[in-house]
């Protein structure tokens, strides 16, 4: 099992980056679909997800998000850190199959433990896919934990 640590607001310095990269599968599409209610579950399958949700002109912008998301959960600053706001700009499309690699930099540190995170995603070809800042509570207290393993789901 791996384990995760944060990073405290007094540990992070201006410029401190992590980095955090996973691939678009059709599964992932699907499930994440399902989950922000997109489509109607009932009828989502690999292959309508193919052709219905795959037409938007901005791809999944949603999912990179999500890896943003992750990154700061589990990465910089990591466990113990309470996400207050984002501004984000889309650049490209999200496709299946696409590597993205999220880059999180520490741009500002503020009163109240408040830090201002750059936030860069690329794809597998170095084009920016999303990008922008976040504002975050970075925790105060060194925290290390297991990282329990999701539960296998599977698509029927």
Known sequence: MRVLENITYDELQVGDYATFTKTLTEEQLVLFAAATCDENP?????ESAKKDLLKVDIGYGMWSESLITAAISNVIPGPGTIYLEQQLKFDRKVEIGDTLTVKLTVHEKQERHRVILNCEVTNQDSDSVVSG???VIAPTEKVSIEQSELPRIKII
């Open 42 to 46: 009932q009828s989502l399958t690999l």
């Open 133 to 135: 800042e976040a504002k």
